[in-house]
């Protein structure tokens, strides 16, 4: 039996194309509550080249059902991710696990959890001072909802 081998160039280009292709995402483990409700929680951030992912736990801690949805994508509500270095604003670019907000609202039960995950594009380069809210960390003083803001998230050295 004969085995052939690639050529070294082949070999360098599929190493630099998985390299490029993800194998260097960056994940930051943070666990970081809500200031003023800890029972939501910044899981974590997921970086790569082609997007920011973001996960957040929607857990229930007390003895009362209550309810949460999520702002669609391109709503003024929606949620987005600001470089406090630069002042880079990053739109929500998609969003799921919780129901839409003008559609109905999802009920988060006693002992029960919800994990939200929103995609936001690629950070710039070096942020690593960020802020996380829905409706730009700005709500609306006519509005009855509870809006998301996670006010200084700090990443670790990259």
């Known amino acids: 039996m004969r085995?052939?081998?690639?050529?070294?160039p082949l070999l360098v280009a599929l190493s630099a194309l998985a390299m490029a292709c993800g194998a260097h995402a960056q994940s930051f483990k943070l666990q970081l509550p809500l200031?003023?409700?800890?029972?939501v929680v910044l899981q974590d951030i997921v970086?790569?080249?082609?997007?920011?992912?973001?996960?957040?736990?929607v857990k229930n801690t007390t003895d009362e059902a209550f309810e949460a949805c999520a702002q669609p994508t391109g709503s003024a509500d929606a949620f987005t991710l600001k470089?406090?270095?630069s002042g880079?604003?990053?739109?929500?670019?998609?969003i799921s696990g919780l129901t839409f907000c003008n559609v109905k609202m999802d009920v988060v039960k006693p002992g029960r959890t919800k994990i939200l995950k929103i995609t936001f594009p690629p950070l710039p380069a070096g942020a690593?001072?960020?802020q996380l809210g829905e409706a730009s960390c700005q709500p609306r003083p006519d509005s009855d909802m509870d809006y998301w803001c996670f006010k200084n998230i700090v990443l670790p050295a990259r």
């Open 3 to 8: 085995c052939l081998l690639p050529s070294a």
């Open 35 to 39: 200031e003023s409700d800890p029972d």
């Open 47 to 57: 970086l790569d080249a082609r997007q920011t992912r973001v996960t957040l736990l």
């Open 83 to 85: 470089d406090l270095g």
């Open 88 to 94: 880079a604003v990053l739109q929500q670019q998609a």
């Open 128 to 130: 690593s001072r960020l």
